[in-house]
């Protein structure tokens, strides 16, 4: 228990101050990063959606182009290793999320005009957007991942301040001002006894 006296009343009000701005800090953060992870999510889900159907329209164009007697296993083969993609970081209120970058290769089909026709070019051509969609998904969802860490963090930081450390200053603040106005009361009665005492000698 701190020693009951008027400095250390004054720290601990000012201790007080600083831990309810950190909370209210701390309040608006995980508000402001809740919000971000929310838009995240609606996006994620409509990207996702869109990777389904545009997946769903490239096979059913490859079996088309099968059909049509295209080998899509050479033509699979045939397609170099895509590393078109880079990770970079921003922050968003001290959170460090990816930005994948997804620098899409000139479109270069690897297969003659015989080998499926339009619909091995419309199959080609959904599975580079696939690519593009996946590449966005990964940022999102990483995103989603670490905003979710950070908002966790938050929350114990900021129930700590609310459940903790202000209802402790909010104590020692009763105590010491009670210890201090219960300290006048008898430095007041004191005074006045010796008032009565000056007085009775005088008489």
């Known amino acids: 228990m701190l020693n009951p006296t008027k400095g250390n009343l004054l720290k601990v009000k000012n201790s007080l101050g600083l831990a309810s701005v950190g909370f209210d800090l701390m309040d608006r953060k995980r508000n402001i990063l809740i919000r971000e992870m929310m838009g995240l999510i609606d996006r994620a889900k409509e990207i996702q959606a869109k990777i389904n ?3 769903a329209e490239a096979y059913d164009a490859l079996m088309r182009a099968n059909v049509l007697g295209a ?8 397609v170099p290793v895509d590393d078109c993609v880079s990770i970079l970081e921003k922050s968003v209120m001290g959170v460090e999320i990816p930005t994948v970058k997804y620098t899409s290769p000139a479109a270069k089909p690897y297969y ?5 026709g339009c619909a091995m070019d419309n199959a080609y051509v959904c599975f580079r957007r696939v690519k593009e969609l996946c590449a966005e998904l990964a940022e999102i969802e990483s ?3 670490r905003l979710a860490i950070a908002i966790q963090k938050t929350q114990k930081r900021a129930n700590a301040l609310k459940n903790i450390v202000i ?9 010491i001002t009670e210890f201090l106005e219960e300290k006048e009361r008898e430095e007041f009665i004191r005074m006045k006894v010796i008032k009565m005492q000056k007085e009775t000698a005088k008489t």
């Open 53 to 55: 159907s545009t997946f």
């Open 71 to 78: 080998d899509v296993r050479s033509i699979a083969y045939a």
């Open 112 to 116: 003659g005009i015989n080998a499926g």
């Open 143 to 145: 995103s989603i991942y």
């Open 167 to 175: 209802p402790g200053y909010r104590q020692d603040i009763a105590y």
